[in-house]
C-alpha cells in the first residue's frame, strides 16, 4: 500500500535534548510537508521541500531543522531552540503535477517535553 | 483565562440527521478549497475538494459550497453516521507566483449523537 509512514508515534524528550521525527513515503510524491497541530488550532506550516535537495521555510520554522536528501525521507529535528515544543506534528506529502493540490497525510508522530 | 483557541467550534448533530460545517476564508485569491476529516489521534484524511471557478460539488454524502462573495464555505455531511464523529478542517489554497501554499482553519468538532 503507498501511503506516508511517521516514526515514532509517541516521543518523550527531556528539555535540551534535540530530536528527530522520521517522515518515509512510497508515492513518489515531489514535494513533502511538516505541520505541527495544537489543542484547538489548526496546522501550521513548519517546513516544506517541493525538490530533492531543497526546502523552505514554513510559517513556524524557529526551532526547527530539515533535510531532503531523499525522495522517500524528509526528517524534522526539533531542537533545544524550540521554545514550546510539546505538539503533534504532522508530515505530508502531494504529487509536484500543476493541479494536484491535495495533500497526503501520515498519522502523526505526538512529541512531549517533559 | 484560557485562550479562546483552545476550544474548537462543537456541532452535535443526531445521528441520521444532515451537517453543515461552516468555513470563512481569508484570502479572496485563493483558487481551490479542500475538506479534511481528522479522527482523535490521526492525521488529516481528504474528504472533498472544489475549485474557485465552481460553488456547488457532490461527493458521496457530502456537498461541499463555496460562496465566494462572503468568503464562505460549507461541507454538507447527508444522514450523519457516528463513524463521521470528528474534528473537520477546511484549507485554502493560492497558487500565485508558483508556489503551493494550504491555509488551514481551527476545525470544527462533530459529535454525532447515537
Known amino acids: 500500500d503507498g501511503g506516508i509512514t511517521q516514526s515514532p508515534k509517541y516521543l518523550f524528550r527531556k528539555e535540551g535534548q534535540n530530536v528527530t521525527l522520521s517522515c518515509e513515503q512510497n508515492?513518489?510524491?515531489?514535494?513533502m510537508y511538516w505541520y505541527r497541530q495544537d489543542p484547538g488550532q489548526g496546522l501550521r506550516l513548519i517546513y516544506y521541500s517541493q525538490i530533492v535537495n531543497d526546502f523552505q521555510k514554513g510559517d513556524i520554522a524557529e526551532g526547527y531543522s530539515v533535510s531532503r536528501e531523499k525522495k522517500e525521507s524528509f526528517p524534522l529535528t526539533v531542537t533545544s531552540a524550540q521554545k514550546n515544543p510539546t505538539a503533534f506534528y504532522l508530515c505530508?506529502?502531494?504529487?509536484?503535477?500543476?493541479?494536484?493540490?491535495?495533500?497526503?497525510f501520515g498519522a502523526g508522530s505526538r512529541l512531549t517535553v517533559l | 483565562g484560557e485562550s479562546v483557541g483552545l476550544h474548537l467550534p462543537t456541532l452535535s448533530v443526531q445521528e441520521g440527521d444532515n451537517s453543515i460545517i461552516n468555513c470563512a476564508y481569508s484570502n479572496s485569491a485563493s483558487d481551490y478549497f479542500i475538506w479534511y476529516k481528522q479522527e482523535s489521534g490521526k492525521g488529516p484524511q481528504f474528504i472533498i475538494d472544489i475549485r474557485s471557478n465552481m460553488d456547488k460539488r457532490q461527493g458521496q454524502r457530502v456537498t461541499v459550497l463555496l460562496n465566494k462573495t462572503v468568503k464562505h464555505l460549507s461541507l454538507q455531511i447527508a444522514a450523519t453516521q457516528p463513524g463521521d464523529s470528528a474534528v473537520y478542517f477546511c484549507a485554502e489554497n493560492y497558487s500565485g507566483a508558483g508556489s503551493y501554499q494550504l491555509t488551514f482553519g481551527k476545525g470544527t468538532k462533530l459529535s454525532v449523537i447515537p
Open positions: 505530508a506529502s502531494r504529487t509536484g503535477s500543476s493541479g494536484a493540490n491535495v495533500l497526503t
Open positions: 508515492l513518489n510524491h515531489d514535494a
